[in-house]
Each structure stands twice: as structure tokens, then as C-alpha cells.
T-cell receptor, first 114, second 117 residues
Framework: DAGVTQSPTHLIKTRGQQVTLRCSPI?????VSWYQQVLGQGPQFIFQ???????GRGNFPDRFSARQFPNYSSELNVNALLLGDSALYLC?????????????FGQGTRLTVV | AQKVTQAQTEISVVEKEDVTLDCVYE???????LFWYKQPPSGELVFLIR??????QNEISGRYSWNFQKSTSSFNFTITASQVVDSAVYFC??????????????FGSGTQLTVLP
């Protein structure tokens, strides 16, 4: 089976612009989560979606939004980009149930805001 | 709130040495999961191991082993006979609540491991 896929892999945007990042989970995984990883730090939780509903939100401004589609893929949107939004954005998918709770990550989208 | 602390910022060892990565966590929940992930230069986080809060049995999987101690809130990870390919940033992570909450991870700041030939 294919792993978690994210697109695009790299992106350069200008301050004030808007960006959309995409994620396809592993087949059979219904939960998708998004993380922001600034250089030199650990990933920070942004959103979790399960069955197309937001199930968790981290400490991020309203400029960040996301959604999940019927096929369980997901998009992360960031409006009014700031220089500080430059980071690696990671998507993770996971199963439901207690037997395999671990999350599997994609290769990430590296966003540079100039 | 949850917190994960990885006090070791960087570790450098010579190939074939054993290396232990430390992780200390904080949570008031009684049900939680702990994970170790590896991040090579390519950027993708690779899942390595997990442990739930009800199972303190320490295990060995190949060259990897882990020591989970609830009394000290520690979840240390050991690589035996390290190899150059083990060079990466290693993250300890925590999720709380029932199994579904593994989707909301709290990560430590990571430990950069360099294995020298």
C-alpha cells in the first residue's frame, strides 16, 4: 500500500498570499492530522480530522483552516501568510481502534514565505 | 496540558557503540501512548516504537530497545551497535486519552544523533 502522500513537496509564497496544502492518507485510515515543524524544533499539532469533522485544534490563529473530504483526503489552508509561517508542514494518518494507534507521516511540504 | 522533554540536543557516537536517547514526559491522564519517531534529512517522520501506559514491560526489537518507567515518567530508547544509517533526529512523542487520541501528538524538541564511521 502507498504511504501518506503530500503535495506539493516545496512551495515558495509571498507574504500576504494564501496557500493550500494537500494530503492523501494511507488506504483504510480515516483520521488525518496536520503538524507544523519550524526548523530545529519538534512538530506542533495544528488540526485533527476524523470522518470529515474537526476533532482537535492546536494553538494556531484563525488564518489556519483545514477540511477533510469523503475519500478522507485533506487540505490545509493558510491565509495572509507571514514570514513566520515558513516551515515543514507534515500530514499524518492513523487507524481507529486501540491495536494500532500510531500515526504515519508523509514526506511533508516545505513552505517558504518571502 | 502535556509536555515532552528531550534534554539531549545532540549526541555523537562512533559506529558500533550503543546509544541511549532520553525522554521525560508530563501528563495528568492515566491513559496515554508514548512513541519514538526518526526523522532523516529527507524530512519524513518514521514511526519506530510505541508503548501504552498500562504496559511497562520493556522490549527489544532488533537493534532497538526501550525502557518505560512510569515512576519517573521516562521513556528511553536505546540503539545497540549503532550504524551510520542511524544518523537522524529522533523525536519522543506523547498522546493522551483513548486510542483515537494518538492522532494528536505532543512532540519533544528532538535529539540529533550522529554516528561516525
Amino acid at each position: 500500500d502507498a504511504g501518506v502522500t503530500q503535495s506539493p513537496t516545496h512551495l515558495i509564497k509571498t507574504r500576504g498570499q494564501q496557500v493550500t496544502l494537500r494530503c492523501s492518507p494511507i488506504s483504510g485510515h480515516k483520521s488525518v492530522s496536520w503538524y507544523q515543524q519550524v526548523l530545529g524544533q519538534g512538530p506542533q499539532f495544528i488540526f485533527q480530522y476524523y470522518e470529515k469533522e474537526e476533532r482537535g485544534r492546536g494553538n494556531f490563529p484563525d488564518r489556519f483552516s483545514a477540511r477533510q473530504f469523503p475519500n478522507y483526503s485533506s487540505e490545509l489552508n493558510v491565509n495572509a501568510l507571514l514570514l513566520g509561517d515558513s516551515a515543514l508542514y507534515l500530514c499524518a494518518s492513523s487507524r481507529t481502534g486501540a491495536t494500532r494507534p500510531e500515526a504515519f507521516f508523509g514526506q511533508g511540504t516545505r513552505l517558504t514565505v518571502v | 496540558a502535556q509536555k515532552v522533554t528531550q534534554a539531549q540536543t545532540e549526541i555523537s557516537v562512533v559506529e558500533k557503540e550503543d546509544v541511549t536517547l532520553d525522554c521525560v514526559y508530563e501528563t495528568r491522564d492515566t491513559t496515554y501512548y508514548l512513541f519514538w519517531y526518526k526523522q532523516p534529512p529527507s524530512g519524513e517522520l518514521v514511526f519506530l516504537i510505541r508503548r501504552n501506559s498500562f504496559d511497562e514491560q520493556n522490549e527489544i526489537s532488533g537493534r532497538y530497545s526501550w525502557n518505560f518507567q512510569k515512576s519517573t515518567s521516562s521513556f528511553n530508547f536505546t540503539i545497540t551497535a549503532s550504524q551510520v544509517v542511524d544518523s537522524a533526529v529522533y523525536f519522543c512523542a506523547l498522546s493522551v486519552g483513548p486510542s483515537g487520541s494518538a492522532r494528536q501528538l505532543t512532540f519533544g524538541s528532538g535529539t540529533q544523533l550522529t554516528v561516525l564511521p
